[in-house]
């Protein structure tokens, strides 16, 4: 029997899991729940809810071990004026200096390895990056926890390029520490690579997000909508140098449209602040939804909406349910290409949507194999 056939014991560590919305939390609860499918013996660490995850073991025959709560949270973000920037400043500058509160996950993750052995693969999933400082700490030649150690890097850390301001220079000797004692470092896309420190490249490993696609109906999805619809997914702040620009460029056109916008409530202000009262009216903004029933929803917009990173080391993962929508994708640059690209959206001409290549790479099943043949 080949390796790859045997039965594996694999351990993910994350802080993010079902019932969680969020981009790490489905890396994780896909991982997990394709890896059982396939026969492996699955234990995720996390935090455990007694009253999801008891029925989740049982319907996808895996074990989830309780990681446990944090107790310092960050300042909330709330008020207005002079209040609110102070917030701001108490939320921004605790993270900053010391990756507040979010460190404490080191401590976190070392105590919940402590009894761990034995494993075939061990993937820890950042972010947040502490999951991958504790299990640094925790594993040593005489505890190594599992034969092989992949610390799963959504977005690079110290190399981020989607944040206001650089990491202090501490923070490098922390991830070359957890980068020595990882056998491998997994990414999504090559172009991430230039991120990481160029001494641990020997160790990266491109494997992208894994994801299963739910069905959509359709049938009401074909055809032209009467006013030109179109939607945006997610988190804007860390593309407002393209974003602002786009919505500026809605406020000076006369052609009416459907701006459906699904985002968290903390981003809304940056819409209110960018777009005139006019082109308000003719904008929709949802709070998040499930993925499926997000697609249906997409599923009747006449094309979506993309800002990219401005350099190449990070990806956006919501392009791949836009691939698997099958929409055209409008990506917007803020330069004279996407600003005709957008013209020519609004009036139903697609040809020069943006391609994503390969969808069937991010599959589930594809991404699980890849794992398992790192050990």
């Not at 079902?18 to 660490?45: D, M």
């Not at 520490?177 to 490249?201: L, Q």
Request: glycine share 2%; charged share 25%.
């Amino acid at each position: 029997m080949s390796q790859l056939k045997e039965k594996k014991k694999i351990l993910i560590v994350s802080r993010s899991f079902y019932p969680t919305n969020s981009a790490r939390s489905l890396r994780t609860t896909e991982l997990a729940k394709e890896f059982s499918r396939q026969g492996h013996r699955v234990t995720v660490i996390t935090q455990r809810d007694e009253e999801v995850h008891p029925k989740f073991e049982e319907k996808y025959n895996l074990k989830i071990k309780d990681l446990g709560k944090q107790k310092y949270s960050s300042v909330q973000l709330k008020g207005r004026g002079l209040e609110r920037l102070i917030r701001r400043v108490l939320i921004r500058f605790p993270k900053l200096l010391f990756e507040y509160p979010d460190i404490e996950l080191m401590w976190l993750v070392k105590n919940a390895l402590k009894n761990e052995a034995d494993h075939d693969l061990m993937i820890s999933i950042a972010v947040p990056y502490p999951v991958h400082w504790g299990v640094a700490w925790s594993r040593s030649p005489r505890h190594k926890i599992a034969s092989v150690w992949a610390a799963d890097c959504g977005d690079p850390y110290v190399g981020a390029e989607n944040d206001s301001f650089k990491k202090p220079f501490y923070f490098s000797f922390v991830e070359k520490w957890f980068s020595r004692k990882a056998d491998y470092i997994t990414i999504p896309f090559e172009g991430a690579k230039a991120a990481y420190f160029p001494e641990f490249h020997s160790k990266i490993r491109i494997i992208p997000q894994g994801f299963t696609f739910p069905n959509v109906n359709r049938s009401n999805s074909n055809g032209h909508n009467q006013k030109i619809t179109f939607a945006y997914v997610g988190n804007v702040t860390s593309y407002q140098h393209y974003a602002v620009p786009f919505l500026d460029q809605l406020n000076s056109m006369d052609t009416p449209f459907k701006f459906i916008i699904y985002l968290r409530k903390e981003d809304r202000h940056i819409y209110e602040n960018a777009l005139n009262a006019e082109t308000l009216q003719k904008c929709e903004m949802r709070e998040y939804v499930p993925r499926k029933e997000l697609f249906q929803a997409l599923s009747h917009v006449d094309f979506l909406v993309h800002f990219p990173y401005q350099n190449e080391t990070q990806r956006s993962l919501k392009l791949v349910d836009y691939a698997h929508m099958k929409k055209p994708i409008l990506s917007y640059t803020n330069d004279s290409e996407s600003s005709k690209a957008l013209s020519e959206f609004m009036n139903h001409e697609f040809d020069n949507a943006l391609v994503v290549e390969d969808p069937d790479q991010y599959r589930v099943e594809n991404v699980c194999k890849r794992f398992l043949d790192l050990i």
